[in-house]
């Protein structure tokens, strides 16, 4: 790995050109629930190991098997009623093993964007050459399946070489997930010197990172959502920013959890000055009218800083 990432440049938050919205919205809100297929004995990986107990690790895989046949149903009803369009992080392997949930989130005319063939499968370890096939694969799957190629990418259980989003900029996307250092979106610095760019998609919001890793209660959940929308729809008055909540439908859907959810988007689509958008519109709109005076911005304040 380089000394550094490479793939943006230091940025300060102030003072950057103020993004306007579409109908001066102050935040651009999107939902992305990570629809995702686990093998229950995949290939090994030297580097991680997919499940924490010896195979069949019934318990693990059976919950994630709930989230696509019960989860999913539940979590979608809700965003159709508080007219959300979800931005789907794809296991393109969904596409053969469960088409029916293609076929809704199609119907409602949902984004798909690329999350790999299985969530069991990493980027670690692959050659650059094997993770072209993996990427390109997911790609064209998805392209296949919904009738439009992914504009977006976030790695299969957040596993990355230093190529991963040069590749994906190759085969035609035009956006990342796999970045967390901003409020705003950003460009990013691909080989091929594309217009590629960063779309917010919080960690710190994720229903995994929340319930999994830092143990938080629904209700506490709910708060801290709501919290953090109103910091960003408050900053927004002077410059648009990006609030995402990454879901899991085996997570956020099981019954104690979804009320919480539900006060959220509530809450936040009670706003009538918030964009509820897709990751892909959030990405066309800013390439579109701010990504060249952001490059530009960025260019002058490094000659600056130099």
Known sequence: MKEDLQLFDYWPYDNRPKIEWPNGARVAFWVAPNIEFYEIDPPLNPDRKPWPRSNPYVTG???RDYGNRVGHMRQMRLLDKYNIRGSISLSAALCDHHPEIIEMCLDRDWEFFSHGIYNTR?????SEDQEREMILDAFSTIQEHTGKP???????ALSHSPHTLDLFAEVGGIYTCDLFHDDQPTPVNVRNGSKFVSVPYSLEMNDT???VVNKIEPRYYGKIMRENFDRLYEE????GTVMCIPTHNYQISCPHRIRAFEETLEYITGHSDVWITTGREIAEYYIENYYDSSREDISRKSGEAS
Request: charged share 5%.
């Open 236 to 239: 927004g008055a002077d410059s």
């Open 150 to 156: 992914p504009a977006g990418y976030l790695a299969p």
């Open 122 to 126: 990493y980027t670690y370890g692959l």
């Open 61 to 63: 895989y059976s919950i």
């Open 209 to 211: 990172i929340a319930y």
